[in-house]
């Protein structure tokens, strides 16, 4: 049974730091590329950052860089999103997403989602 469990959020004050983990189970996290999510209310569910199976390349979105770094521990099956200098606009539920490729079938996971709140 594929898992994807997101910690981590929570309320922080503008400019505060918040780092959400993603423990994973149930696929081979080492072969799925990972990723971070966010949905804020009424907008799209929009991409955060991405990282590479080996964790040898990320991109980011363009709200994100230099703000957000995404890192990943195969060892623990776990993908971070470390996040700085946070603005009210990063208010959104934080979704981990992975992507595995089996006999050239890709297959979508994705976690239950955690609430961070930027706010004074």
């Known amino acids: 049974q594929v898992q994807l469990v997101e910690s981590g959020g929570g309320l922080v004050q503008p400019g505060g730091s918040l780092r959400l983990s993603c423990a994973a189970s149930g696929f081979t996290f080492s072969s799925a590329a990972m990723s971070w999510y966010r949905q804020a209310p009424g907008k799209e569910r929009e991409l955060v950052a991405r990282?590479?199976?080996?964790?040898?390349?990320?991109s980011y979105a363009d709200s994100a860089k230099g703000r957000f770094t995404i890192s990943r521990d195969n060892a623990k099956n776990t993908v971070y999103l470390q996040m700085n200098s946070l603005k009210p606009e990063d208010t959104a539920v934080y979704y981990c997403?992975?992507?595995?490729?089996?006999?050239?079938?890709?297959?979508?996971?994705w976690g239950q989602g955690t609430q961070v709140t930027v706010s004074s």
């Open positions: 990282i590479t199976t080996s964790g040898g390349s990320t």
């Open positions: 997403h992975a992507r595995e490729v089996l006999l050239l079938h890709a297959y979508n996971y």
